[in-house]
């Protein structure tokens, strides 16, 4: 399985343009597969650089409803008007950021859900090719205070977002399984659970975004949540690759646990697994 980074926080490969969002292209034995779109058109120039074909996609996935991983959607059914675009049918509700003094939109553009291509999912689906999509995560342990800002509008209200809209893909290659989780808002240890709940095992890898990231340092309790994340993450004996919404505090911290089973993403990077 190759996986081309096309569009991360942190700079990677020369020339790839970097930022808020994120963007994967998985390549397997059987399919190429697009996991989000970052938060611009800058992941389909990075793709051009970076000699990805994204005409030859088979299917895109978005991971949740926020436009950091949406913002590019459009330019892809442009590009590949025959790939199906799978999202979780809430994710083209109504969702902000609470920031004192700065109440604002992140939501997709409403474009994306009346797209030929969009394929609009309640709950878990199988795209074939070895592949699935994952939602209905139950558990809510060591979930991290941050989220506590984000916000869905109900009925003219804000509310707490309960991340209904929120996907992972699980894939599988040459006997080996894998799981690419987005941000991760309901938390990376109920993401392992939940595949663990689907596939009676961890996966061999996974790779996405723990969203740890905020602005201020962190207090003793969200240092222990992201602590204990990374204990419970090692004892599964998975490697994680992560990036974006991590933040780079938490990668260190978490490091110190994990070691070598924790990697990290940048934009215009090219791995295997």
């Known amino acids: 399985m190759r996986i081309v980074t096309l569009m991360e926080n942190t700079p990677g490969s020369e020339g790839c343009a970097f930022g808020h969002g994120l963007s994967l292209f998985i390549e397997t034995d059987r399919s190429r597969i697009l996991m989000d779109a970052g938060p611009d058109d800058s992941f389909a120039d990075n793709a051009a650089l970076l000699g990805v ?45 609470d920031d004192p003094g700065n109440l604002h939109y992140i939501g997709i553009d409403k474009a994306i859900a009346a797209l030929p291509s969009a394929r609009l999912l309640d709950g878990d689906a199988d795209i074939g090719r070895g592949s ?25 209200k804000l509310v707490a977002d309960a991340f209904a809209h929120e996907q992972a893909l699980a894939v599988e290659e040459g006997g080996r399984r894998f799981l690419f989780s987005g941000c991760s808002h309901l938390g990376i240890v109920n993401w392992m ?17 723990f969203h740890f990231m905020r602005p201020a340092p962190y207090d003793a309790g969200e240092e222990a949540v992201i602590r204990q994340t990374a ?20 990668f260190a911290l978490m490091a110190e646990v994990m070691g070598s089973r924790l ?4 934009s215009g990077a090219v791995f295997s697994l």
């Not at 139950?138 to 003219?156: E, H, M, P, S, T």
């Not at 659970?193 to 975004?209: H, L």
């Not at 204990?231 to 938490?250: K, M, P, V, W």
């Not at 990697?263 to 940048?266: D, G, M, P, R």
């Open 231 to 250: 204990r419970e993450l090692a004892a599964t004996g998975t490697l994680f690759i992560t990036g974006h919404c991590t933040g780079q505090d938490a």
């Open 53 to 97: 074909d994204l005409a030859s996609v088979d299917a895109c996935v978005l991971s949740h409803g926020h436009y950091d991983h949406a913002g590019g959607l459009l330019r892809f059914a442009a590009l590949a008007p025959h790939a199906p675009i799978y999202l979780q049918r809430a994710a083209a509700l109504d969702y902000y950021a």
């Open 132 to 156: 699935r999509l994952l939602s209905g995560v139950r558990g809510r342990r060591l979930l991290f205070a941050g989220n506590a800002r984000l916000k869905q509008l109900v009925g003219g």
């Open 263 to 266: 990697k990290a993403l940048h």
């Open 193 to 209: 659970e939940r595949f663990r709940e689907a596939y009676g095992c961890w996966p061999d890898a996974a790779v996405g975004g």
